[in-house]
């Protein structure tokens, strides 16, 4: 009789069922907390949020808590007769189990549904309360994202002792001395290109470094302010790449700061500044597996860019709380610079404003570095409230600039390459 019911061949399934049943839950906690030890390790982690950005170096509580999520899986392993039987109770059956498993999946995309509609409602996770310093000077630009509006004069009061600044622009946008102003196009010409230290935030035409450099007796070229504030490494190849044909270009000076690293990795602003009514989206590059950069997303104007409230609210706490952004993007987008202008016959400089010790990561490329060299008091050199250099600090860089920029010109009179001569014989000649 015994025999007969063992031999049965569904009595014998129905019991390897039931053993499977109980045997499969604890070995598949056992699994899920290996796979969390795994990307609990620091190498995982700091992927996704910074380990030493805010509070110090938090490896050794990364490592504790892998420590522990280890232990986790190992004492599933050595109770998992006792785990098994209390899955068993709560779940009686597989389909039990199933439809928990739905309904907690169903309520999830609910509550997600519901947390997203009720950021639209509420205007979140953006609020608009301050307007950037370039947006009444700016129009929206949808290959730039925003540029000056041309033939305009505009005035604006900056820094906490309000100083009033008057600002004139050309026909394209380029900020000049004097209304009316335009640059001789046929005449050997340095363009100057950057976010808002090239600009001259703050400061009049004159009195930025860009302005003294065009006053000077001594300098030979012909200067095309092309900065503009808030540009990131991104917008100033795309500026660069639409006016240098405009003018006789033979030099290209390109003013990096350290901030620009932070904007090339950003679409919207807004993920930066939460609080800032911006003009628009900013174009955004990506980089290729050799290095090479390429344009994935062009500018739009909020009324057509549509995105999810929840996405961009976790995007600025990655941005606030996430690793440091690397230096990969802006590395090929200066190379991408350096490329196009000297395929098109012109030199290339780059001036390090702050003194990255860093800089410029492995590129090829003559730097100033305007830091490393700056005198006593340089840091301090600021416009109040504001944060940008005034007007001794662009003095300071007028001269240290046009003294190491004929430097590279001389060098590069000595080189054997055509175009390098041709500037120097042109410019010679001014």
């Not at 170096?57 to 004492?75: E, K, Y």
């Not at 509420?122 to 000077?137: C, G």
């Not at 600090?393 to 600039?401: M, V």
Request: hydrophobic content about 40%.
């Amino acid at each position: 009789m015994i025999s007969g019911i063992h031999s049965d061949p569904r009595l014998r399934e129905k019991t390897a069922t039931q053993k499977a049943k109980f045997v499969w839950p604890a070995i598949a906690l056992a699994l899920v907390f290996l796979c969390l030890t795994i990307l609990a390790s620091p190498h995982f982690v700091e992927r996704v949020v910074s380990l030493d950005r805010r509070h110090g170096d938090m490896r050794p509580v990364v490592r504790a808590f892998q420590a522990f999520l280890g232990t986790l899986s190992l004492a599933t392993l050595v109770r998992r007769k006792w785990i098994n039987s209390q899955f068993g109770r709560v779940f009686p059956s597989t389909r039990q189990f199933l439809v928990a498993a739905g309904m907690v999946l169903l309520s999830s995309g609910l509550g997600v549904t519901a947390i997203e509609g009720l950021a639209r409602v509420l205007n979140l996770p953006f609020r608009a309360k301050w307007i950037p310093s370039e947006n009444p000077l700016a129009r929206f630009d949808s290959e730039l994202g925003w540029s000056y509006i041309p033939n305009q004069t505009a005035t604006q009061e900056l820094g906490s002792d309000h100083r009033k600044v008057e600002m004139y622009f050309d026909d394209l946008g380029c900020r000049v001395r004097r209304p009316g102003d335009q640059a001789d196009r046929s005449a050997p010409t340095a363009l100057f290109v950057g976010d808002s230290y090239t600009f001259g935030h703050g400061v009049t035409y004159e009195e930025s470094f860009v302005g003294r450099l065009a006053m000077r007796p001594d300098f030979p070229f012909e200067v095309v302010n092309l900065g503009a504030q808030a540009y990131g490494t991104d917008q100033s190849l795309l500026l660069l790449k639409r006016q240098f044909k405009k003018f006789n270009t033979k030099l290209v000076v390109y003013t990096f700061t350290s901030m620009q690293i932070g904007r090339n990795e950003v679409y919207d602003r807004r993920i930066q500044y939460p609080d800032g009514r911006f003009l628009g989206t900013k174009p955004l590059f990506r980089v290729k597996a050799d290095g090479s950069v390429y344009l994935a997303r062009e500018a739009l104007e909020f009324k057509d860019y549509s995105y999810s409230r929840v996405w961009a609210a976790l995007q600025i706490l990655k941005l606030r709380w996430g690793p440091k952004p690397t230096v990969r993007l802006t590395r090929g987008l200066i190379q991408e610079m350096k490329n196009f202008a000297e395929s098109n016959g012109a030199r290339f400089v780059v001036v390090d404003w702050y003194d990255d010790p860093s800089f410029p990561w492995g590129l090829n490329v003559d730097v100033i570095r305007l830091g490393a060299n700056a005198p006593v008091g340089w840091s301090d050199w600021i416009i109040p409230g504001d944060g940008h250099p005034d007007s001794r600090g662009h003095l300071y860089a007028a001269e240290y600039i046009g003294g190491r920029l004929q430097d590279v010109l001389t060098k590069a009179r000595t080189t054997s390459t055509p175009a390098y001569e041709r500037t120097a014989t042109e410019a010679s000649s001014k």
